[in-house]
């Protein structure tokens, strides 16, 4: 079965997390507002220095804040770059 070009590989995280998105459409901050601007672009399509202020979101939170700090971003149409992906899953785990 061939993936979406969205998906990160996690299908049931991102299915929970899908079917919490439909029950509860309210999206909360983890203090990333400024990453809004970088809705639409693609994974793979971040320079460096993007890069790293979603590292340093990443790496200042809790870990158990990853997964909903995911799902704010997915309900934000803002797409995690893909250089950290293995990185902010690893938290999930």
């Not at 809790?62 to 902010?88: F, K, T």
């Amino acid at each position: 079965m061939q993936r979406p070009d969205n998906c990160c590989g996690q299908h049931i995280v991102c299915e929970r997390e899908t079917l919490l998105a439909i029950a509860n459409p309210d999206i909360e901050y983890y203090d990333d507002e400024e990453l809004d601007r970088f809705k639409g672009l693609e994974q793979d399509m971040y320079e460096d220095e993007a890069i790293e202020e979603f590292r340093e979101v990443l790496y200042t939170m809790r870990p158990n804040e990853v997964a909903g700090w995911l799902r704010s971003l997915q309900l934000r149409a803002v797409n995690l770059p893909v250089q950290i992906m293995d990185e902010a899953l690893m938290f999930i785990d």
